[in-house]
């Protein structure tokens, strides 16, 4: 039979509509059940117990199988999806990031690296068990509720009770239809701290601790709400000029995935990487060989900078409570946790005083039922009615003592006990039981009647159990903001065409002006007495006749330019002096007055305020007396740009002849040391360590034995075990104290830091021997205590170390300090010192006669010291 189709304009309107289903409501109606589903099943945590329902499920089905021994995470993966509605890789990948946090889970086998980023093995090659701290604070059967599983077959907890802020100990991150969460994992002795503090009414305040360590800055933390900000760093230090080592990691990162960055902005030319070594195992360990010439104090901005080395984390706490999302802040959730751990620690104490009160009553019913023999009554009885009478009519003279009534339950319990114990009965031992049961219920009634005191109580017991190895691992600091300009490697070439008036990194066959890179600003005078500021480009055009182009440096108070022009075609020539510190980009500025003409005669830029002098040299005019003159740029006052500068003349000059360079006019920069972000600044912040010139320099002390000299740099890091940062002055001696094991005594010495830009050991290298004191006062003195002898204590010593040892080499061992056995040695106030004043060169007068005899003394000297330097041990 052939089936009929109807065209669709036989199709009644009636008929069309009726076969039709509205797609807009379906989709809003199965649109929002999913949103609903996804954000309280699968993503988002809850805040009672902390769990997403996957995790819940398998501590629960890990609780079912727990005998002491390690399971098969495969036979935990199946047990769990009699809980679960899904696929057994998502329950297996969610029980690995449980085992990895090593709180909840021990685990057994290869779990993966979070470090390194590799995966764990499959998961019938992998075994689990709970943790002790898991089977104390996680599950008590007695009080938790339960609900049916998806299928109705088994039981599954609505919440565990988690007697423990366990959200914030492990984290918590998901993405729901809508919403998503992130939640930090903080440090598990601070929340315990910080519970303890919510419950005595305190103020408390916790920041996240991450499992890979680094360094972070928490100033935008905002208590993990929407809207806050942290910044994480790997942990960097420099193992010699050409080798820097990563020993931390930020958060969110893998070593496999910053190699990637780190190498990705080396191919765009931000940084200059020779080679990358990954050593990691149990720590990280990422060698970076830097190629020759190469800077690593700014490498290491560099790789803040351009690599993942730092890394942006914006929390946002997200959590189910009462099946609906609720955004709050992490010390909310701290209350809540503290809160609720308190009412579990309550019904906990409620339930067990109900089990020793019936234990007591059933107890306290047997002795008088066996003591007063009422189990005679029955012996002649024949119905079981008639037994459980006789039975109660035996106890009532009894009941007033007991503290609820006998029921029919009590009665029947009594039935069963055997003729065996009622005949072993011992009346002391069952009081003896009654009232141990009777003061374990004077002590859970205590702790009732003081429950806060009870908690706290049971947060210290935790934190003694199971604190010992969870210091914090993340170092809290406040970061200084890595200028990308300035720590960018020049990765490009900047040229110039002065005559045409271009500048650019792809005209190579022009003049060579200085390396620059893809970010920079140019700045660029012309001869008109134009200025411009422009980004860096492949060819751009500025202005014929450029007179000077130069990498600019945005906020530079150093770099003054010293400029002659004349003010028109044939009007009075100027003189001034400016710097520029901040312009808009691409803007001209005219530093001339502005007349039509106007002409540069003279330019120089100096990176230090130098001030050279010059000749000005007049064309022969009339009766001009003077044609030529000195110039000198140091009488002039640095001004803006916009300043119209000092007359030099009215008259024609013919040239200007550069004579003689000059020295900086600017005043020693004052420099200051930021102890909270670890780095040299020059506002004001921190502490001051002098006024520096140019060629002056920082000494650095280290915990180790090393000490060195450089330059001071704002972009130079500082090791962690720094102990002395100050200005260097030559001739002022440092001082050393330092223990040898090997031999058991202590040494001292004396001796002055030498200038090269290298690490100076000036105590042996030995893992025997520690520096105990060393002090960069002119007169140090220590107080040095003995410990007790034979012969009893000898008096504390006040001794000043100049008067103990005279000045060295760095490299000699130093003198013993003491013969007798030094129990403590403290530096005190050293005594005053000015040093003299050195007077100038200049202002000495040579004594022909008298310089040749203290010429021969000093080589007499310099013999002795030879003769004597033959006899001091060095190491």
């Given at each position: 039979?052939?089936?009929?189709?109807?065209?669709?304009?036989?199709?009644?309107?009636?008929?069309?509509?009726?076969?039709?289903?509205?797609?807009?409501?379906?989709?809003?109606?199965?649109?929002?059940?999913?949103?609903?589903?996804?954000?309280?099943?699968?993503?988002?945590?809850?805040?009672?117990?902390?769990?997403?329902?996957?995790?819940?499920?398998?501590?629960?089905?890990?609780?079912?199988?727990?005998?002491?021994?390690?399971?098969?995470?495969?036979?935990?993966?199946?047990?769990?999806?009699?809980?679960?509605?899904?696929?057994?890789?998502?329950?297996?990948?969610?029980?690995?990031?449980?085992?990895?946090?090593?709180?909840?889970?021990?685990t057994q086998g290869n779990w993966g690296n979070i470090l390194t980023g590799d995966?764990?093995?499959?998961?019938?090659?992998?075994?689990?068990?709970?943790?002790?701290?898991?089977?104390?604070?996680?599950?008590?059967?007695?009080?938790?509720?339960?609900?049916?599983?998806?299928?109705?077959?088994?039981?599954?907890?609505?919440?565990?009770?988690?007697?423990?802020?366990?959200?914030?100990?492990?984290?918590?991150?998901?993405?729901?239809?809508?919403?998503?969460?992130?939640?930090?994992?903080?440090?598990?002795?601070?929340?315990?701290?910080?519970?303890?503090?919510?419950?005595?009414?305190?103020?408390?305040?916790?920041?996240?601790?991450?499992?890979?360590?680094?360094?972070?800055?928490?100033?935008?933390?905002?208590?993990?709400?929407?809207?806050?900000?942290?910044?994480?760093?790997?942990?960097?230090?420099?193992?010699?000029?050409?080798?820097?080592?990563?020993?931390?990691?930020?958060?969110?990162?893998?070593?496999?995935?910053?190699?990637?960055?780190?190498?990705?902005?080396?191919?765009?030319?931000?940084?200059?990487?020779?080679?990358?070594?990954?050593?990691?195992?149990?720590?990280?360990?990422?060698?970076?060989h830097l190629p020759s010439g190469v800077s690593p104090d700014k490498t290491i901005d560099g790789?803040?900078?351009?690599?993942?080395?730092?890394?942006?984390?914006?929390?946002?706490?997200?959590?189910?409570?009462?099946?609906?999302?609720?955004?709050?802040?992490?010390?909310?959730?701290?209350?809540?946790?503290?809160?609720?751990?308190?009412?579990?620690?309550?019904?906990?104490?409620?339930?067990?005083?109900?089990?020793?009160?019936?234990?007591?009553?059933?107890?306290?019913?047997?002795?008088?039922?066996?003591?007063?023999?009422?189990?005679?009554?029955?012996?002649?009885?024949?119905?079981?009615?008639?037994?459980?009478?006789?039975?109660?009519?035996?106890?009532?003279?009894?009941?007033?003592?007991?503290?609820?009534?006998?029921?029919?339950?009590?009665?029947?319990?009594?039935?069963?006990?055997?003729?065996?114990?009622?005949?072993?009965?011992?009346?002391?031992?069952?009081?003896?039981?009654?009232?141990?049961?009777?003061?374990?219920?004077?002590?859970?009634?205590?702790?009732?009647?003081?429950?806060?005191?009870?908690?706290?109580?049971?947060?210290?017991?935790?934190?003694?159990?199971?604190?010992?190895?969870?210091?914090?691992?993340?170092?809290?600091?406040?970061?200084?903001?890595?200028?990308?300009?300035?720590?960018?490697?020049?990765?490009?070439?900047?040229?110039?065409?002065?005559?045409?008036?271009?500048?650019?990194?792809?005209?190579?066959?022009?003049?060579?002006?200085?390396?620059?890179?893809?970010?920079?600003?140019?700045?660029?005078?012309?001869?008109?007495?134009?200025?411009?500021?422009?980004?860096?480009?492949?060819?751009?055009?500025?202005?014929?006749?450029?007179?000077?182009?130069?990498?600019?440096?945005?906020?530079?108070?150093?770099?003054?330019?010293?400029?002659?022009?004349?003010?028109?075609?044939?009007?009075?020539?100027?003189?001034?002096?400016?710097?520029?510190?901040?312009?808009?980009?691409?803007?001209?500025?005219?530093?001339?007055?502005?007349?039509?003409?106007?002409?540069?005669?003279?330019?120089?830029?100096?990176?230090?305020?130098?001030?050279?002098?010059?000749?000005?040299?007049?064309?022969?005019?009339?009766?001009?007396?003077?044609?030529?003159?000195?110039?000198?740029?140091?009488?002039?006052?640095?001004?803006?740009?916009?300043?119209?500068?000092?007359?030099?003349?009215?008259?024609?000059?013919?040239?200007?002849?550069?004579?003689?360079?000059?020295?900086?006019?600017?005043?020693?920069?004052?420099?200051?040391?930021?102890?909270?972000?670890?780095?040299?600044?020059?506002?004001?912040?921190?502490?001051?360590?002098?006024?520096?010139?140019?060629?002056?320099?920082?000494?650095?002390?280290?915990?180790?034995?090393?000490?060195?000299?450089?330059?001071?740099?704002?972009?130079?890091?500082?090791?962690?075990?720094?102990?002395?940062?100050?200005?260097?002055?030559?001739?002022?001696?440092?001082?050393?104290?330092?223990?040898?094991?090997?031999?058991?005594?202590?040494?001292?010495?004396?001796?002055?830091?030498?200038?090269?830009?290298?690490?100076?050991?000036?105590?042996?290298?030995?893992?025997?021997?520690?520096?105990?004191?060393?002090?960069?006062?002119?007169?140090?003195?220590?107080?040095?205590?003995?410990?007790?002898?034979?012969?009893?204590?000898?008096?504390?010593?006040?001794?000043?170390?100049?008067?103990?040892?005279?000045?060295?080499?760095?490299?000699?061992?130093?003198?013993?300090?003491?013969?007798?056995?030094?129990?403590?040695?403290?530096?005190?106030?050293?005594?005053?010192?000015?040093?003299?004043?050195?007077?100038?060169?200049?202002?000495?007068?040579?004594?022909?006669?008298?310089?040749?005899?203290?010429?021969?003394?000093?080589?007499?000297?310099?013999?002795?010291?030879?003769?004597?330097?033959?006899?001091?041990?060095?190491?």
């Open positions: 039979m052939e089936e009929e189709y109807l065209e669709p304009d036989e199709i009644s309107k009636e008929e069309l509509e009726d076969s039709l289903t509205r797609v807009s409501g379906m989709y809003k109606d199965w649109f929002l059940d999913y949103a609903s589903y996804v954000i309280l099943e699968r993503a988002v945590p809850s805040l009672e117990d902390g769990f997403k329902p996957v995790q819940r499920r398998i501590l629960h089905s890990m609780k079912d199988l727990d005998d002491g021994r390690f399971n098969k995470v495969a036979n935990v993966v199946g047990h769990t999806m009699q809980y679960h509605p899904h696929g057994d890789a998502s329950i297996a990948d969610a029980m690995v990031q449980i085992g990895q946090k090593d709180l909840l889970i021990e995966r764990s093995a499959a998961s019938r090659y992998i075994e689990a068990r709970l943790s002790k701290f898991a089977l104390e604070v996680v599950f008590s059967p007695k009080i938790t509720k339960w609900q049916s599983s998806y299928d109705g077959r088994r039981k599954e907890p609505i919440n565990l009770p988690v007697k423990f802020p366990l959200l914030l100990a492990q984290g918590g991150e998901g993405i729901a239809v809508g919403l998503s969460t992130k939640i930090l994992p903080h440090n598990f002795i601070e929340l315990i701290d910080s519970s303890i503090k919510c419950l005595k009414g305190q103020k408390f305040i916790i920041y996240p601790d991450f499992p890979t360590s680094g360094i972070m800055d928490i100033s935008n933390y905002n208590d993990g709400l929407r809207g806050g900000r942290i910044k994480v760093r790997a942990r960097i230090s420099q193992l010699n000029k050409n080798t820097l080592v990563i020993s931390q990691i930020p958060f969110t990162t893998t070593t496999s995935s910053l190699i990637d960055t780190i190498v990705k902005a080396n191919d765009n030319g931000k940084i200059k990487v020779k080679k990358i070594e990954d050593n990691t195992a149990n720590d990280v360990e990422v060698l970076v790789l803040f900078a351009f690599t993942s080395c730092e890394t942006s984390i914006s929390p946002l706490g997200c959590v189910i409570e009462n099946n609906k999302p609720l955004f709050i802040g992490v010390s909310e959730i701290l209350k809540k946790s503290t809160h609720r751990t308190k009412e579990l620690l309550k019904l906990e104490l409620e339930y067990k005083r109900g089990d020793f009160e019936n234990q007591w009553h059933y107890a306290s019913l047997e002795r008088i039922f066996i003591e007063n023999r009422i189990y005679r009554d029955i012996e002649n009885v024949e119905t079981w009615e008639g037994v459980i009478r006789a039975i109660s009519e035996g106890l009532q003279p009894f009941i007033n003592n007991l503290k609820r009534e006998v029921v029919e339950d009590d009665i029947v319990r009594l039935t069963e006990i055997k003729i065996k114990r009622i005949s072993k009965f011992d009346i002391d031992k069952a009081q003896i039981k009654i009232e141990s049961i009777e003061s374990e219920l004077e002590k859970i009634t205590f702790h009732l009647n003081n429950l806060t005191d009870f908690a706290i109580s049971y947060f210290k017991n935790l934190k003694s159990v199971y604190g010992k190895n969870k210091k914090r691992k993340t170092e809290i600091r406040i970061f200084d903001d890595v200028d990308a300009k300035k720590v960018v490697v020049k990765n490009s070439k900047l040229y110039v065409n002065r005559e045409e008036g271009f500048i650019g990194t792809s005209i190579r066959k022009d003049e060579f002006v200085e390396e620059c890179s893809d970010i920079d600003d140019i700045i660029a005078f012309t001869e008109e007495g134009k200025m411009m500021v422009t980004k860096v480009d492949s060819k751009k055009f500025i202005g014929k006749n450029i007179k000077h182009v130069a990498v600019f440096k945005k906020k530079d108070k150093r770099t003054v330019y010293n400029m002659i022009y004349r003010d028109g075609k044939k009007g009075t020539s100027y003189i001034k002096r400016f710097s520029v510190t901040g312009v808009t980009r691409d803007k001209d500025y005219d530093l001339t007055r502005g007349t039509e003409g106007s002409k540069i005669l003279y330019f120089s830029a100096n990176p230090n305020g130098e001030a050279e002098i010059v000749n000005v040299v007049l064309r022969q005019s009339g009766s001009i007396k003077k044609l030529k003159w000195e110039l000198d740029f140091a009488d002039l006052e640095i001004k803006g740009r916009s300043s119209k500068g000092n007359i030099v003349t009215k008259y024609t000059v013919n040239k200007i002849e550069f004579k003689e360079k000059g020295l900086s006019t600017l005043k020693p920069r004052k420099i200051w040391f930021d102890e909270t972000i670890q780095r040299l600044n020059v506002e004001n912040r921190g502490e001051l360590l002098g006024e520096f010139k140019a060629d002056d320099s920082l000494l650095i002390i280290q915990q180790n034995g090393i000490l060195k000299t450089v330059k001071p740099n704002l972009n130079m890091h500082f090791p962690e075990d720094m102990i002395i940062l100050e200005k260097w002055i030559i001739d002022k001696p440092l001082s050393a104290i330092y223990f040898d094991g090997n031999k058991d005594k202590y040494f001292i010495k004396r001796f002055l830091a030498g200038s090269q830009n290298v690490d100076q050991y000036f105590i042996p290298s030995n893992s025997k021997i520690q520096l105990e004191i060393v002090s960069s006062d002119w007169k140090p003195v220590i107080d040095i205590s003995f410990s007790k002898t034979s012969k009893g204590i000898k008096d504390n010593l006040i001794e000043k170390i100049e008067e103990l040892i005279s000045v060295k080499g760095i490299k000699a061992l130093g003198n013993q300090l003491s013969s007798f056995k030094i129990k403590n040695i403290n530096l005190i106030e050293p005594i005053p010192y000015s040093p003299p004043e050195k007077t100038p060169i200049m202002e000495l007068e040579v004594n022909e006669e008298v310089s040749v005899q203290n010429e021969n003394v000093e080589n007499d000297n310099k013999n002795s010291e030879n003769q004597e330097g033959q006899t001091e041990l060095e190491f």
